[in-house]
Nanobody, 125 residues
């Protein structure tokens, strides 16, 4: 059973930075999609960005200038670097994973089978 564990969340002032991590265990797919989602209080979960096993990344348009996704395959770890944080970035952040079976990775949460429990990010203005 694939297990994903997020870490790195916390409280930060607006304009600051955080780096979230997501460590995967028992993940044996040679081709995969991994993504970050977030859910703010009272709102639906939204897609942040993704990376595939080839290192291709894609982001929500409004976040592309501030957020960066990367991975360390040797550590089975996915990262989300968040810069110039704003109060509206406050949310629970989740990583998700799925075997890549198509030419593209999904950006809808229904496309991911495996999820972490989330890490809270709070940005104060």
């Amino acid at each position: 059973q694939v297990k994903l564990v997020e870490s790195g969340g916390g409280s930060v002032q607006a304009g600051g930075s955080l780096r979230l991590s997501c460590t995967a265990s028992a993940y044996s797919y040679s081709t995969y999609c991994m993504a970050w989602f977030r859910q703010a209080p009272g709102k639906e979960r939204e897609w942040v960005g993704l990376i595939d096993s080839d290192g291709y990344t894609r982001y929500q348009d409004s976040l592309t200038s501030r957020f960066t996704i990367s991975q360390d395959n040797a550590k089975n770890t996915l990262y989300l670097q968040m810069n110039k944080l704003k109060s509206e970035d406050t949310a629970m952040y989740y990583c998700a994973a799925e075997e890549r079976t198509r030419d593209y990775c999904p950006w809808d949460e229904t496309g991911y089978k495996f999820w972490g429990q989330g890490t809270q990010v709070t940005v104060s203005s």
